[in-house]
T-cell receptor
Framework: QQQVKQSPQSLIVQKGGIPIINCAYE??????FPWYQQFPGKGPALLIA?????SEKKEGRFTISFNKSAKQFSLHIMDSQPGDSATYFC????????????FGTGTLLAVQP | EAQVTQNPRYLITVTGKKLTVTCSQN?????MSWYRQDPGLGLRQIYY???????DKGDVPEGYKVSRKEKRNFPLILESPSPNQTSLYFC????????????FGSGTQLSVL
């Protein structure tokens, strides 16, 4: 119930491609869905976040699509660059619970030149 | 510069030898948390603290202790480390709750032999 399922585990795309990372959840009490980006040797950093009252949010080349009825959300990276190569984590938190985010298992993205 | 500082960066120890991983933040954040990152399992919360002298268990607290005597510091203590605690550890902080933007440290890679 409190899990966030993330796929794929790893992903390789060519420069300019559009990698898509998917996450799914069961608990309808989740109401905040951030994505974190982690470069090798670094801690994760907040990339973009969405709340369920909108279906899409864009920040630069990064877009979150949210499907409330399907309980799924995804990250799209437009015109991907080798510098986007990183591990991406989706996460969710529960309305009223202030203590934590529940993270997905991560997706290792490699963007080839 | 606003940051979360963890030390040490790498640590190799033997089973049963007590160790402490330090964490300090300079952003006057109330919320601090420890996560462990393992391949295929993502980020799992160990302990968190909502303020000074207020700590609580996360999802995987067994074998760990924490304390929050000062707002800026949140050390992680392994009193009798075991090989299954070999992992990459991250400290994180946010302004007031775990639902907000988390600022992560650079991580501590721990190996317990």
């Amino acid at each position: 119930q409190q899990q966030v399922k993330q796929s794929p585990q790893s992903l390789i795309v060519q420069k300019g491609g559009i990698p898509i990372i998917n996450c799914a959840y069961e608990n309808t009490a989740f109401d905040y869905f951030p994505w974190y980006q982690q470069f090798p040797g670094k801690g994760p950093a907040l990339l973009i976040a969405i709340r369920p009252d909108v279906s899409e949010k864009k920040e630069g080349r990064f877009t979150i699509s949210f499907n409330k009825s399907a309980k799924q959300f995804s990250l799209h990276i437009m015109d991907s660059q080798p510098g986007d190569s990183a591990t991406y984590f989706c996460a969710a938190s529960i309305r009223g619970a202030t203590n934590k985010l529940i993270f997905g298992t991560g997706t290792l993205l490699a963007v080839q030149p | 510069e606003a940051q979360v500082t963890q030390n040490p960066r790498y640590l190799i120890t033997v089973t049963g030898k007590k160790l402490t991983v330090t964490c300090s933040q300079n952003m006057n954040h109330e919320y601090m948390s420890w996560y462990r990152q393992d391949p295929g399992l993502g980020l799992r919360q160990i302990y968190y603290s909502m303020n000074v002298e207020v700590t609580d268990k996360g999802d995987v607290p067994e074998g760990y202790k924490v304390s929050r005597k000062e707002k800026r510091n949140f050390p992680l203590i392994l009193e009798s480390p075991s090989p299954n605690q070999t992992s990459l550890y991250f400290c994180a902080s946010s302004l007031t709750t775990g639902r907000e933007k988390l600022f992560f440290g650079s991580g501590t890679q721990l190996s317990v032999l």
